[in-house]
């Protein structure tokens, strides 16, 4: 029995040597190319000149004092509670950022099986078998009857992977993975900014609807004046009809703003992905200081490749990268084992007794000699697919760059738009009410009233509409430089 035990001891001791020669000889060569980091095919800065005037100063001294944007959580930068609160419900509920954390699940779970392959898989079998033979297939004449149990532990088609092809698989499945992480960052990054500008346009719109709603009751009263005046004889019928059409105007907008709230409500609704706390939800456009933080400027154009949505591009690329490796390592032969070792007997009684050891050692090679060209097409396909992500992932960057420089060109003119906007608004105001003092006094017909009051109402509705504007540009400018995924900040890593 010690000479059964010491035997079998022997043989394991074999297996497991031979198995770690097999995986230290697996991998030797990767055939797949050197990755190169893609040079960014975008200006260093986004400094802009519209007809001999600087819009977008260069980046100064300031670029390396301030934070990035992805370094800036959600939460320090969206200052506003009830922002905040409809921000964390929308991460808990959406629907699409789910969706988004199952793929990376789904990849994590791809890439384990495909790495997987690179080592064997030692599996135990145990069989028992009885046949019968014919007397007449016998050499005896008589009907034998055959049993066979064996016990048996061993690899089996274990491809030694001497050129990377199964290394540069999992690789490519890795890349894969870390694509799905990036695309999670950066479907939260487009959730939180959608969320932000939805309660804010809520917030805008609700302004606006009450804006109507003032003037609707202030034309109405003075209608209801005008009325009585018509009535005696003091105000001509043409000024009451322009009354009329201004009162009807303003009933026309609340009835079109009451509606624009409630799909606000819904779009918004259906961000957070479930049911809003009124509590939550804005009654009016807040100052941007309480809402939103200041937006870092003068930062370099390299903050782009920290962007989730250029990082997963450059991950796509990598992953095309190894797989020009397999493709490689597919003209070269591949040579597989299959091994076992255990013991076999007529009994089971007699499967652990001396001399019922038995093992197969059953090695394989396969060298590719035609195949019609396939093997070439396959790597041309897989080099072709790694010039398209190279052109993917240099428009990622292109597009980027575009969406930031659009973004500072607005934030560079915002301030002097609402300062004007802000001038013409109190300019107006202060026009309706000289020309309405006047119509009072009978020195100048309602038609110069109506005109200063549909004037400020329009500046009125300007000034709230450049508001929105201001304030979604902060959300954007914090969107396309990459903040916006991480809670409390840190940035992507």
């Known amino acids: 029995m010690q000479a059964l035990q010491h035997k079998q001891k022997t043989m394991v001791q074999r297996t497991v040597m031979a198995l770690a020669l097999a995986t230290a000889l697996a991998g030797c060569a990767n055939l797949a190319p050197d990755y190169q980091q893609v040079a960014a095919p975008v200006p260093s800065d986004w400094s802009q000149r519209v007809d ?21 959580g959600w ?9 905040q609160k409809v921000i964390e419900q929308s991460l808990q509920n959406n629907r699409d950022l789910r969706v988004a954390a199952l793929n990376i699940e789904k990849a994590r779970a791809q890439y384990r099986i495909t790495d997987a392959d690179r080592f064997p898989a030692i599996g135990a079998t145990g069989t028992s078998s009885t046949s019968r033979t014919p007397a007449e297939l016998t050499t005896s004449g008589r009907a034998t009857i055959a049993r066979q149990q064996s016990v048996t532990v061993g690899i089996s088609s274990y491809e030694l992977d001497f050129f990377g092809r199964l290394k540069n698989l999992s690789d490519a499945a ?4 870390r694509y799905q992480e990036e695309t999670r960052r950066s479907t939260q990054i487009s959730l939180v900014a959608e969320v932000a500008t939805a309660w804010l346009t809520l917030a805008s719109d609700r302004e606006l609807l009450k804006l109507a709603q003032d003037t609707l009751q202030s034309q109405s009263r003075t209608y209801e004046l005008s009325q009585r005046s018509h009535d005696i ?22 009835a079109r703003y009451t509606a624009q709230v409630a799909q606000d409500i819904n779009a918004l609704r259906l961000l957070v992905g479930g ?28 903050v782009l490749l920290r962007r989730p949505d250029v990082l997963a591009a450059e991950h796509t690329l990598k992953a095309a990268n190894a797989d020009i490796g397999a493709a490689r390592a597919a003209f070269f032969p591949s040579i597989s084992l ?30 590719p000699i035609f195949n019609a060209g396939s093997l070439r097409a396959s790597l041309d396909s897989a080099k072709i697919t790694r010039d398209i992500d190279v052109a993917n992932y240099e428009k990622a960057i292109q597009t980027a760059f575009r969406e930031v420089a659009d973004a500072l060109s607005l934030r560079a003119t915002l301030d002097q738009r609402l300062t004007a906007q802000s001038r013409v608004t109190a300019a107006n105001e202060k026009s309706y009410r000289l020309s309405e003092a006047r119509y009072r006094n009978g020195v100048d017909s309602y038609l110069t009233t109506l005109v200063s009051q549909r004037s400020l109402y329009s500046a009125q ?33």
Request: aromatic share 6%; charged share 15%.
């Open 75 to 83: 939460r320090q930068f969206f200052l506003d509670t009830r922002l």
């Open 52 to 72: 001999g005037k600087q819009i977008v100063a260069a980046n100064g001294e300031r670029a390396a004092q301030t934070n990035a944007a992805d370094a800036i």
């Open 461 to 493: 509705q300007t000034l709230i509409a450049l508001r929105l504007t201001e304030q979604s540009n902060r959300i954007t400018l914090y969107k396309v430089l990459g903040g916006g995924w991480n809670e409390q900040g840190g940035g992507a890593q």
């Open 233 to 254: 004889g003091t105000t001509s019928g043409v000024d009451l009809a322009s009354q009329e059409a201004t009162v009807e105007s303003a009933r026309a907008d609340v």
């Open 174 to 177: 890795l890349e894969t993975y």
């Open 338 to 367: 299959t091994a076992n070792g255990g013991t076999a007997s007529q009994t089971l009684g007699g499967l652990f007794k001396p001399g019922s050891a038995s093992w197969s050692f059953v090695p394989s090679i396969n060298l």
């Open 275 to 302: 049911d809003l706390d009124e509590q939550d939800l804005p009654q009016g456009l807040p100052e941007a200081a309480s809402v939103l933080l200041p937006t870092p400027a003068g930062l370099p154009s390299e």
